[in-house]
C-alpha cells in the first residue's frame, strides 16, 4: 500500500519519540513551509537535531531527505491535516468530514475488506473487542451484525476479552478496534484469540501498530483531524470502516437474508408510532 505521508505520520505519531513528535507535528500543520527548507534550516526552526530528522524520515521509509522533500511537494498542493482549533466553524466541521471519507479510498483495501466480509459469513461467531470509545465501535458492529442475524458479539472488560477469547476456535473470528492500536489491553486479547486458533481482524488507524502486527488482516481507517491528546481523537474513521465492512456483507448476503430481514420488520412494528396521533 502507498501511504500519503501525512496520513502515515499520523498513523505512527504515538509511537514516535518526543522530539520526533514535533517534527511530525510541523510537517502536519505547514508541509507547504517544510518542502522549501534545507535539512539544517528544518533543524533549527523546530529545534532538534538534523539526526532527528533523519530517523523520523527513514521510519515514513524515504532513503533521504531530498527525497522526502520531492514526494511532500507532489502531495501537498496547500493540503494539510486540520488540527482542534478555538475558532472553528460549522463549516470546518463539514471539511473535515468530507476530507475522511476522501482519504478512505487510499487507506482501506477493498480486497481485505472482501476478505473480511467472507470472514464474517462463514464463522461460527464474530467477536468485538474495544476499550474506552472503540468499545463504541465495538458494540455498533456487534448490533449490525446482529440486525442479519449473524451470530455477533462485544465486550469492553479486558479480563472478560481474554476470558472469551481463551474458548474460541478456528470456527470464531474476532474484530478488535482501536484508534492508535497501540492498547496494551486490546493488543493481549487479540493475540490470545489468535493463539488458540481464531481469525483476526484489527480496525485501526495505527499503521504498522501492535495491533495491525498481532491480527491476520488489517482494515485501516483515516484519522479525522490531528490532536496531540490521542484519546481526544474521533472514532469517525473506525466508525465508516465498520459501516462499509456491514454494507459489504449485506450486499452479499441479501439474496439469502430476505425472508429473516421481513420477518423482523414484522417484529419491530409494534415498537414504532404508525400514522398520526391525535
Not at 69 to 76: A, M, R, S, W
Not at 258 to 275: F, N, Q
Request: aromatic share 10%; glycine share 6%.
Amino acid at each position: 500500500m502507498v501511504w500519503l505521508i501525512l496520513d502515515y505520520l499520523l498513523g505512527i505519531y504515538d509511537r514516535l519519540s518526543e522530539t520526533e513528535k514535533k517534527v511530525a507535528s510541523y510537517i502536519l500543520e505547514r508541509p507547504d513551509d517544510v518542502i522549501h527548507y534545507s535539512i539544517t534550516e528544518f533543524s533549527r526552526i523546530v529545534g532538534v537535531s538534523e539526526t532527528t530528522i533523519y530517523r523520523l524520515i527513514r521510519k515514513m521509509k524515504f532513503d533521504g531527505y531530498q527525497s522526502f522533500k520531492i514526494e511532500l511537494t507532489k502531495q501537498t498542493s496547500g493540503a494539510k491535516v486540520a488540527a482542534y482549533g478555538t475558532k472553528d466553524t460549522f463549516e470546518d466541521y463539514i471539511a473535515q468530514i468530507k476530507s475522511l471519507v476522501e482519504r478512505l479510498e487510499t487507506v482501506l483495501k477493498k480486497e481485505d475488506l472482501q476478505r473480511v466480509a467472507q470472514w464474517v459469513v462463514h464463522s461460527q461467531k464474530t467477536i468485538f473487542f474495544g476499550v474506552g470509545l472503540s468499545a463504541v465501535v465495538a458494540e455498533y458492529g456487534s448490533l449490525l451484525l446482529s440486525l442479519l442475524g449473524i451470530p455477533s458479539f462485544y465486550y469492553n472488560d479486558p479480563h472478560v476479552q481474554v476470558i472469551v477469547a481463551t474458548g474460541l476456535c478456528e470456527k470464531d473470528l474476532v474484530i478488535s478496534v482501536s484508534h492508535s492500536g497501540n492498547i496494551r489491553d486490546t493488543v493481549k486479547s487479540t493475540q490470545v484469540a489468535r493463539d488458540v486458533g481464531a481469525k483476526t481482524v484489527a480496525i485501526t488507524a495505527g499503521i504498522n501498530s501492535p495491533l495491525s502486527s498481532t491480527a491476520q488482516i488489517t482494515l485501516y481507517s483515516p484519522v479525522a483531524r490531528f490532536e496531540k491528546y490521542e484519546f481526544l481523537r474521533g472514532n469517525l474513521g473506525e466508525m465508516a470502516v465498520v459501516e462499509i465492512l456491514f454494507q459489504m456483507i449485506l450486499k452479499n448476503t441479501l439474496a439469502d437474508k430476505t425472508d429473516y430481514l421481513d420477518d423482523l420488520s414484522e417484529v419491530l412494528k409494534p415498537k414504532r408510532y404508525e400514522g398520526e396521533r391525535e
